[in-house]
């Protein structure tokens, strides 16, 4: 049987799943010690992530790449209806009623594999010539990076939607794209920053960047700073994590999980759970060197090490007051299930990518 085949198992990416389990490990251990109900939930969680992973895992996702496009513009005519019938909460308009259930889908968390995937298979089928891609490819695949992007800002949710764009032209930048156009971009968004700012970005939004660069933080990031500060080179004990345990740290279980790391195993704490991400990010990036000409993993590999580093980072930084307050989850590690879902799913993607590489039902197109 080919799920049993010696390949598979040779060819499975342990690193990432050693990689990925001491964050699991480590967050349900914070949650658990704050709030237990919340603790149990995540464990919900965790097992409809491996559950997903399992079965993604088994998909013929190779065989069917000629599929991508397809579930591509399907992610987009979600994020369309999303601007028509979507459902508001908090001021934004970014989910989807199932119908027939009270339950909710966020479609830019769903499309982010797709995401990947379409940039690959566009890839794939146009490889970079010598000296990188010239302006007419370049504008073929911009075109498929802006259009999610134009949609989830109009929601709004500007975090994510940068955060997309940023991995569909760093996927671009790793592959190759000639050195001019980069320099033509940089320009182009220096001259155009001032009206993006003022025609483009919402109100509350302009409030987030102008608390960031107020001399005075918002609150949720002064506790968050008091939080870090106490925890000191070694943290404390449970019990005497107060900016935590007396409720002053919002959010932190979620948002700002990583004050309440740091309050509990202070700077050696962040230290080794940065070391973790980057170990990891450092990793999926390496796959371009061992996988020269598979551009489908190479493009998926390094777009998935671009959307932990930017989510980690953004978030870090949020954290310690260096950014705006943008609600991005800390990667694999935040409370909540649609993130967490989400990155085992695509680490599934990928997983299934390397493994069946080399099987006979993967490279049919060599029989045609």
């Known amino acids: 049987m080919h799920f049993i085949d010696k390949r598979i198992i040779s060819h499975f990416d ?32 965790f097992s409809i992530a491996f559950a997903s992973f399992i079965v993604v895992f088994f998909l013929p996702v190779r065989r069917n790449i000629r599929l991508i496009p397809f579930f591509y513009w399907l992610g987009i005519a979600l994020l369309i209806a999303v601007e028509l019938f979507g459902v508001t909460k908090l001021g934004a308009q970014r989910w989807l009623e199932i119908p027939g259930t009270s339950s909710t889908i966020q479609p830019s968390e769903l499309i982010k594999p797709i995401f990947l995937l379409m940039i690959g298979h566009l890839v794939a089928n146009q490889p970079p010539p010598r000296g990188g891609y010239r302006l007419k490819e370049f504008i073929y695949f911009s075109f498929f990076i ?26 671009l930048f790793i592959i190759g794209v000639h050195w001019k156009i980069w320099v033509s971009i940089i320009v182009m968004i220096g001259i155009a920053s001032p009206f993006i700012y003022t025609y483009l970005i919402k109100d509350y939004q302009k409030k987030r960047i102008h608390d960031f660069i107020s001399e005075e933080p918002s609150y949720h990031v002064q506790q968050s700073i008091i939080a870090i500060g106490s925890g000191g080179l070694l943290g404390k004990n449970s019990d005497e994590a107060t900016q935590t345990q007396l409720k002053f740290l919002p959010i932190a279980t979620s948002d700002f999980i990583f004050a309440y790391l740091v309050e509990r195993y202070g700077f050696i704490g962040a230290i080794g759970l940065i070391l973790i991400y ?13 996988f020269q000409d598979d551009y489908v993993i190479r493009c998926f ?15 870090i930084f949020m954290v310690i007051g260096f950014a705006p307050v943008v609600g ?24 299934n990518l390397l493994a069946f590489r080399y099987m006979d039902m993967y490279n049919f197109e060599r029989k045609l």
């Open 301 to 315: 590999a390094s777009g998935l090490g671009l959307l932990l580093f930017l989510n980690m980072s953004i978030n």
């Open 146 to 171: 802006l259009v999610p992007f134009v949609l989830i800002a109009k929601e709004p949710d500007l975090g994510t939607a940068l955060v997309l764009l940023l991995v569909g032209y760093g996927i």
């Open 14 to 45: 342990y690193l990432l799943i050693i990689f990925i389990l001491p964050l699991v490990y480590f967050s349900y251990h914070l949650i658990s010690e704050t709030n237990e109900i919340l603790a149990q939930k995540q464990l919900i969680y």
């Open 328 to 351: 991005l989850p800390l990667p694999l590690f935040s409370y909540g299930g649609s993130s967490f879902i989400n990155f085992i799913v695509i680490f599934a993607i990928l997983e």
């Open 278 to 290: 980057l170990l990891l990010i450092v990793h999926l990036l390496s796959l371009n060197y061992f």
